[in-house]
């Protein structure tokens, strides 16, 4: 009988063992991130993280998209396009003021982007020597309604700078071909972009100049933060391990971005990649842990819309970010 018994608990092991081989691995979680525009080197920070499989590890499929600008990006998460978004803090304030059930979970670069470029043989040394000068500009670009405050920040005459409205492009058009002396430049873009053209530049970053906001910030749906908080702490995790490579070894980054878009220009990438780096801690907590971030920024980006972007809002600064996804 012990015979049998050991014959029949032999088999039932190996159906058991076979039914759970055979049993289907849990499928990843299908994600999509939508880019606050097209390819640029911080954006590789991501696909370096697919490359290495930090989605992949965390149960995440992830598939990444370029994007037209942080509003339309907002408007995107917010109607459930994609999962996730990038886009800067200022953008997530002017979107969820007006209704859009979003909120930034982590902290991508803290401090501002946004910056001024002149022509070095235009005679711009300081600020001031803005007046009587012409910038190009695009309508709608986001930098743009902070202007009044650079004026009022460095007494500046507004009435004596002269705005080009041009289109995207048109910009390092216009400043090659002198007709402008300057443009709105962000400082890991067209900045990077003229330095590889050969131009000698005087840059201006808004930051320097007393107007700092929240930089790039990645946001999520408030419904899919409170019905899904665990694949947001994951995508979390798994973005803050592709920041903290991408920090170690920016060729790597480059690389994979590359390969996702073999058009693109590796030596442009890596320039762009290594000027965000710079970006990524808090000008109000230099020192705070990678990805974190701080009520000052926001506070201060708030203050900001508040008085020269017409933004009206009962909202504290706090309830348009959220570090509660970033894990010890």
């Given at each position: 009988m012990r015979?049998?018994?050991?014959?029949?608990?032999?088999?039932?092991?190996?159906?058991?063992?076979?039914?759970?081989?055979?049993?289907?691995?849990l499928a990843a979680d299908k994600v999509s991130l939508r880019l606050n525009w097209l390819l640029s080197g911080v954006h590789s920070i991501f696909y370096l993280g697919v490359e290495k499989g930090f989605?992949?590890?965390?149960?995440?499929?992830?598939?990444?998209?370029?994007?037209?600008?942080?509003?339309?990006?907002?408007?995107?998460?917010?109607t459930g396009g994609d999962t996730f978004g990038l886009v800067d803090g200022g953008s997530v304030i002017a979107g969820a003021s007006r209704g859009a059930p979003v909120k930034s979970v982590l902290g991508i670069m803290n401090t501002s982007p946004y910056g001024m470029s002149f022509r070095a043989d235009s005679g711009v040394k300081t600020i001031k020597d803005v007046e009587g000068k012409t910038?190009?500009?695009?309508?709608?670009?986001?930098?743009?309604?902070l202007l009044p405050a650079i004026w009022k920040q460095n007494d500046v005459d507004a009435s004596k700078v002269k705005i080009l409205n041009v289109d995207g492009p048109g910009k390092i058009v216009a400043i090659l071909q002198k007709q402008a002396d300057g443009i709105l430049a962000g400082l890991e873009g067209q900045v990077v972009i003229l330095n590889q053209k050969g131009l000698d530049q005087k840059?201006?970053?808004?930051?320097?100049?007393?107007?700092?906001?929240?930089?790039?910030?990645?946001?999520?749906?408030?419904?899919?933060?409170?019905?899904?908080?665990?694949?947001?702490k994951r995508f979390v995790a798994a973005t803050l391990k592709s920041m903290e490579a991408a920090k170690a070894d920016p060729d790597?980054?480059?690389?994979?971005?590359?390969k996702a878009k073999p058009q693109a220009d590796p030596e442009l990438l890596k320039a762009q990649l290594k000027v965000s780096l710079t970006l990524i801690p808090s000008p109000s907590k230099p020192d705070a842990p990678l990805g974190q971030m701080e009520l000052a920024d926001w506070q201060r980006t708030l203050d900001l819309m508040k008085q020269y972007q017409d933004i009206e809002t009962d909202k504290a600064a706090d309830s348009f970010f959220t570090n509660e996804f970033i894990g010890k």
């Open positions: 015979l049998i018994g050991k014959t029949i608990a032999a088999g039932a092991l190996a159906l058991a063992f076979g039914v759970a081989s055979a049993a289907p691995t989605y992949k590890d965390a149960g995440i499929d992830l598939t990444i998209g370029e994007g037209q600008g942080s509003a339309r990006t907002v408007q995107v998460i917010a910038i190009a500009a695009t309508a709608g670009e986001a930098s743009l309604p840059v201006f970053s808004f930051a320097e100049l007393g107007v700092n906001t929240q930089g790039l910030t990645i946001i999520a749906n408030d419904e899919e933060t409170k019905s899904n908080p665990d694949l947001v790597a980054a480059v690389a994979a971005a590359a």
